[in-house]
């Protein structure tokens, strides 16, 4: 069974930094593409990051030079190294699978995911 167990949120001021990662369990994890997704008061869900299995970064938009994704395969943990904080990153973010061919779906259930709060 597939299992995602993100940790590393908290409260920071905007500015700041934090480091969340995912340890992801059930599957074979060196040649899969992860991400992280968001999930703000009020919005739905979005994808914010991947890294494949050799490394390849993609980003959305917003957070394009302030975050990076990180990945270590003998750990078999994906990171999440977040500075230049603004109180917009507010939301839980979750590590996941995307689907063959998108980041807007994923292949398994979602794990707890970890709070970031950033206050103005």
């Known amino acids: 069974q597939v299992h995602f167990v993100e940790s590393g949120g908290g409260l920071v001021q905007a500015g700041g930094s934090l480091r969340i990662s995912c340890v992801p369990s059930g599957f074979t994890f060196g040649f899969t593409v992860m991400a992280w997704y968001r999930q703000g008061p009020g919005k739905q869900r979005e994808w914010v990051a991947s890294?494949?299995?050799?490394?390849?970064?993609y980003y959305t938009d917003s957070v394009k030079g302030r975050f990076t994704i990180s990945r270590d395969n003998a750990k078999n943990t994906v990171d999440l190294q977040m500075n230049s904080l603004k109180p917009e990153d507010t939301a839980v973010y979750y590590c996941n699978v995307p689907d063959f061919g998108t980041n807007h779906r994923v292949q398994y259930s979602w794990g707890l995911g970890t709070q970031v709060t950033v206050s103005s």
């Open positions: 890294v494949g299995g050799g490394g390849t970064q």
